[in-house]
């Protein structure tokens, strides 16, 4: 199994590193930047003069790192609102943000933001309307284009609100969704029948790894202290740490498997034209790439976890408890679009 699993690898890594392969990428990726561009504008079709004013800030701007995790009005975000919205608009959107994410990534985003209309619901409305305490509910997130949607020029669509940051930077046919954090509270919940987990993979298959691990390394992999929350959350741009935990290439050909498709879950948010290249990239940092823990290794527990490379930054970060998570994608070369919109 374990060779299988490694010639697996080989043969992939083959075939994404051929011209062929890369040309059908480029391909790909110049296909899906039309396809966001045209669906962006025309959410501006739908505007008046005020609301594309809001909406539209200079790609130089501040606004490029103005996001938080937390819900209105403990942050003031700038943008257009979804409660502000008419139906159509709001449909405009939701579908840019359908065709601007992979089907998966679009199912997680619905999640998370249908976790924080529970929340609404749950704490008895909106209190943030009256202006004491936060403002919670699917319709309290924000759009906004950093530099106008172009399939030539760099720009960003930001997208979020409570527990759902998504910085997706373009530059022709090249893009990053870094950095941007999905989260979730509650973490699991049920909505018309429906058992919903927003997080649920990214739990699941790290618990499956941590115990996949034989005891030496598992003693490499679970980190000394105690990690209560993202160290580099929303308002640590620009920092990087040291690597922790237990180097990937020590691992199996089929531990290492279970690593990317963690990495996946994050990765996989953004489209597949962008995602798969993504993924390759990563890859080719197996040697310095590693996997850290810190809590119980019993599923079920509140555990803390890292995949860190020298392009990557993922922490997944449970709040006290395992009905409260934040996570962080990042990557230290390329946030908002630092390497690409130089190009």
Do not use: C
């Not at 790609?59 to 919205?85: C, E, H, V």
């Not at 919670?136 to 906004?144: D, K, R, S, T």
């Not at 963690?262 to 948010?269: A, L, N």
């Not at 040697?287 to 392009?311: C, L």
């Amino acid at each position: 199994m374990v060779r299988l699993a490694a010639l697996t690898l080989g043969i992939l890594a083959a075939l994404t590193s051929t011209p062929f392969a890369q040309r059908s990428q480029t391909t790909a990726a110049a296909d899906a930047t039309r396809q966001i561009v045209a669906a962006a504008q025309a959410v501006v079709a739908t505007l008046d003069e005020s609301k594309k004013a809001r909406v539209q800030f200079p790609f130089d701007s501040p606004q490029k790192t103005r996001w938080s995790n937390l819900p209105s009005p403990m942050y003031a975000r700038d943008g257009i609102r979804l409660a502000d919205l008419t139906q159509p608009q709001r449909d405009a959107v939701m579908k840019l943000m359908s065709v601007a994410l992979s089907r998966e990534g679009y199912q997680k985003a619905l999640d998370i933001m249908k976790g924080d209309e529970v929340l609404r619901t749950q704490s008895g409305g909106n209190a943030g309307r009256g202006g004491r305490g936060p403002s919670f509910g699917e319709l309290e997130y924000y759009l906004a284009f950093v530099g106008a949607p172009s399939t030539t020029t760099p720009w960003t669509l930001m997208f979020g609100g409570h527990h759902l940051g998504i910085n997706l930077t373009m530059a022709g046919p090249q893009a990053t969704l870094a950095p941007s954090l999905p989260a979730a509270q509650p973490a699991t919940f049920t909505i018309e029948g429906r058992t919903v987990r927003p997080l649920g993979d990214e739990n699941d298959k790290a618990f499956v790894l941590i115990n996949a691990l034989d005891d030496k390394q598992r003693a490499q992999a679970i980190i000394g202290s105690k990690v209560a929350d993202l160290v580099l959350g929303p308002t640590q741009n620009g920092r990087t740490i040291a690597p922790e935990g237990i180097r990937v290439s020590t691992l199996s050909a089929q531990q290492q498997m279970m690593v990317w498709e963690i990495v996946r879950e994050w990765v996989g948010i953004s489209h597949d034209a962008f995602a798969e290249p993504r993924m390759t990239e990563i890859r080719s940092h197996l040697n310095d790439t590693y996997f850290a823990w810190s809590g119980p290794i019993t599923k079920g527990s509140a555990a803390y976890f890292r995949v860190q490379g020298p392009t990557l930054h993922i922490e997944y970060a449970p709040q006290g408890n395992v009905d409260h998570i934040h996570t962080i994608y990042r990557d230290p070369t390329n946030d908002y679009g630092s390497a690409i919109a130089k190009k």
